[in-house]
């Protein structure tokens, strides 16, 4: 078994001075903890992989191709493969756990 404490993953994160900490890594998924500070811009570029956001806290608006929709604590958002999506207009500290289907590469 795998377990994790969030807090512990964002000490982690920080420590090595990215927005992006990957904690899990199988054969058919990968998952990680994202952090965009209030105001950041999200570097994204599309994936080859599906992906599943799940907000852990903050506050912001996400566009997902053509789509923009408000997230905050307990949001979940699904963006396919291939798909053109940002974070933005960060308005709290953003953390997010992400997973991807197959591992990110």
Do not use: C, W
């Not at 500070?37 to 907000?55: L, M, N």
């Not at 974070?87 to 500290?93: A, L, M, P, R, Y």
């Amino acid at each position: 078994m795998k377990a994790f404490r969030l807090d512990e993953l964002e000490a982690e994160r920080a420590a090595n001075d990215g927005a992006y900490l990957q904690f899990i890594r199988e054969r058919n998924m990968s998952v990680g903890l994202y952090a965009l500070d209030s105001g950041a811009t999200d570097p994204q570029q599309p994936h080859r992989q599906d992906e599943v956001y799940f907000v852990v806290s903050g506050r912001a608006s996400i566009t997902v191709g053509q789509e923009t929709t408000p997230v905050s604590r307990g949001s979940v958002v699904y963006v396919p493969a291939g798909v053109p999506h940002k974070f933005h207009h960060i308005s709290e500290d953003l953390r997010v756990l992400v997973v991807f289907s197959p591992p990110e590469s």
